[in-house]
C-alpha cells in the first residue's frame, strides 16, 4: 500500500487547533503553509522535532515526517502524522517514487538530493524551504560551507526545475539565533489559492 493510500483509508478523527501552541514553528512555514494544496500530502523532510509536522497537521493536512530519527515524532501520535524513517543521505534517495502536494524543509541542506525535491511535487504543489546561507559562520554553526546555501542558490533550483517563485530571501535574522537565512516559497505550475500579503516575523 502507497504511503498516501495508507493516510487516506486511516479513519482520522478531528484535531483541536493547535496555532497557539506551536510556539517555535519557522515564521516563513507559518505564513505560506496555508498555500498548499488540500486534500494532498504534505512531506516534512527533516522534521526533527515535528513542529512543522504538528503545525501542519493543525490546518488539516496529512503529513509524512522523514528523518533518521523519528522518535520524538513518533511520540506525539498524532493520526495525520505519518512518521517513516529513513537515512537522507544514503547513496540512493529514498522518497523517488513520491509525489506531494507540498515539501518543508527547514534547517537542513544535503545538496546531492537537493535537485530532486522539485520533481517529487504535484501540479500546483508548494516548496517552502528555509536554512542558513553563507556568511553563517560569523555567528557560529552551522559554519561548513556544506550545510550553508550559496547566493542565490534556491533562486536556481527553482529556476532549472520551472517553479515559479511567490516569495524569496536572503537575509540576516536575529530570532531565534543571530543567523543568515535564504529561504523560498515556490510552486509547480499555477498556485491554487492567495499568498497573504503581510508578513510578519
Not at 13 to 18: A, G, H, K
Request: proline share 6%; charged share 15%; with cysteine.
Amino acid at each position: 500500500m502507497s504511503l498516501w493510500a495508507w493516510l487516506t483509508t486511516k479513519r482520522v478523527d478531528p484535531l483541536p487547533q493547535l496555532h497557539d501552541t506551536i510556539t517555535d514553528a519557522s515564521s516563513w512555514v507559518k505564513h505560506f503553509a496555508s498555500s498548499i494544496p488540500v486534500g494532498g500530502l504534505v512531506l516534512d523532510l527533516a522534521c526533527g522535532s515535528g513542529r512543522h509536522s504538528v503545525l501542519l497537521a493543525s490546518l488539516g493536512y496529512s503529513v509524512l515526517a522523514v528523518d533518521q530519527d523519528i522518535g520524538a515524532v513518533q511520540a506525539l501520535h498524532n493520526p495525520r502524522i505519518q512518521a517513516q524513517q529513513f537515512d537522507l543521505e544514503s547513496d540512493q534517495w529514498p522518497l523517488s517514487d513520491e509525489k506531494f502536494s507540498a515539501i518543508v524543509v527547514t534547517n537542513y541542506l544535503y545538496r546531492p538530493f537537493l535537485d530532486q525535491l522539485p520533481w517529487m511535487l504535484l501540479d500546483g504543489g508548494i516548496l517552502i524551504y528555509e536554512t542558513f546561507a553563507h556568511g553563517n559562520a560569523q555567528f557560529g554553526k552551522p559554519s561548513n560551507p556544506n550545510f550553508l546555501l550559496n547566493s542565490g542558490e534556491l533562486l536556481t533550483l527553482a529556476a532549472k526545475s520551472c517553479l515559479k517563485v511567490i516569495a524569496y530571501e536572503d537575509i540576516y535574522l536575529d530570532h531565534p539565533k543571530p543567523a543568515m537565512v535564504q529561504r523560498i516559497c515556490a510552486v509547480k505550475g499555477h498556485l491554487n489559492g492567495c499568498i497573504p500579503l503581510q508578513f510578519n516575523e
